[in-house]
Structure formats: structure tokens, C-alpha cells
């Protein structure tokens, strides 16, 4: 049993906010890149599927998905700062512009992992980095996103992908639980 509920939730963005952000995000990527330069979505499951799956819609160019999995949280409430690798699987990403797609970077202990990896053994022509959410105060590494819909206060979220003990991913919108 969770020992928090939906109801308890204080809101930080609505369903509203968020559709308004994406667009704004996948525009500034479509301007970025034109509608002919081809781009691969590395989606990091589970957190940033429905981020990802939203912002691949507003996008002009041919767009690939692919998905990788990794784990850095466990079930607890703060970074164990060890990232652990599920599934890494990528095609050949030479001559290829990549964007990983994350749903929040909190200490970027995932994200180092994950540019450090990709592109070492896939170097990609290009490779940049998108979160939703951008816990800038909770930084331990020197990782900055390339986009980010909205820098948060280091609290933690649930909501549009993002959980609580495995929960609460399929909220439409973004909130907090309080002290
Ligand atoms: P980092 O490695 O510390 O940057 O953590 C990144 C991962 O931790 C994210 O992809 C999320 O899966 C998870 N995470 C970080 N902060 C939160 C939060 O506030 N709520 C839910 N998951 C979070
Ligand atoms: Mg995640």
C-alpha cells in the first residue's frame, strides 16, 4: 500500500502548462533543426515515455524513437548517484543527430552516464539533451540540458511519467507532496 495519495497532491504544473511547454520545447527543436535534418529520440524509460511520446507529435522533421532503460532511484526518494544500465540497446547512431529524452535532471548522475556512454560507443554526428524538468539546485555533476520545459525547486514530483514507488506516472499534471 502507498502511504501517499493522489488527493494530497499540491499541483506545481497543470495538464494545460504542460501541452503549452511541449509545444514550445518541440518548436524550438524544429526551428533548431529544420524539417530536413533527420533526428533519433533516445527515450530513457520508464520516467520520460509520455514526455518523449508528446514531444516526438509536434515534431516536423523524420524523427526515429528508440527506447533504453535505465535505474538510478530504486524506490527511494533521493539519487543513489549509481546508475545502473537495463537495456542500452541503440542502432548504429554514426552520422546520426540524437536527443536523449529525460523527464528530470536531478543530481545528472544518469545523464553523465548516459552522454559519457553513447558517445563513446555510438558517436553520433550530434548528440544533445532534452528534460522536461530541470532540478538545477540539485546538481552533483557538471551536466546541463540543451532543453528544459521548467527549472523546479529540489522537491519531489510526480506526475506525466514521473513516480512515486512505481505509481502516479499516469497523472496528467506535475505536483508535490508536502512536508
Ligand atoms: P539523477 O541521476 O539524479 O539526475 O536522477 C534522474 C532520475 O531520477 C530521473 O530520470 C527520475 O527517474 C528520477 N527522479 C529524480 N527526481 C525525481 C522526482 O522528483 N520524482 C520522481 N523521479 C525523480
Ligand atoms: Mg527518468
Known sequence: MLDRKVEDLKILFTKEQIE??????????????????????ICVLKGSSIFCCDLAKHLKMPVEMEFIRVSSYGNAKT?????????????????????????IIDTG????????????????????????????????????????GFEI??????GYGLDYEGYMRNLPYIGYFEK
Open 153 to 158: 525547486d529540489d522537491k519531489f514530483v510526480v
Open 109 to 148: 548522475c544518469t545523464m553523465k552516464f548516459l552522454t559519457d556512454i553513447i558517445c563513446r560507443t555510438h558517436q553520433p554526428k550530434t548528440l544533445k539533451v532534452i528534460t522536461f524538468l530541470n532540478k538545477k539546485m540539485a546538481r552533483k555533476t557538471d551536466i546541463e540540458p540543451d532543453y528544459y
Open 79 to 103: 539519487s543513489s548517484g549509481n546508475v545502473q544500465a537495463l537495456d542500452l540497446t541503440l542502432p548504429n547512431l554514426e552520422n546520426k543527430n540524437a536527443i536523449i529524452v529525460e523527464d
Open 20 to 41: 503549452q511547454k511541449v509545444q514550445e520545447l518541440a518548436e524550438m527543436i524544429n526551428k533548431d533543426f529544420g524539417s530536413n535534418e533527420e533526428i533519433v529520440l
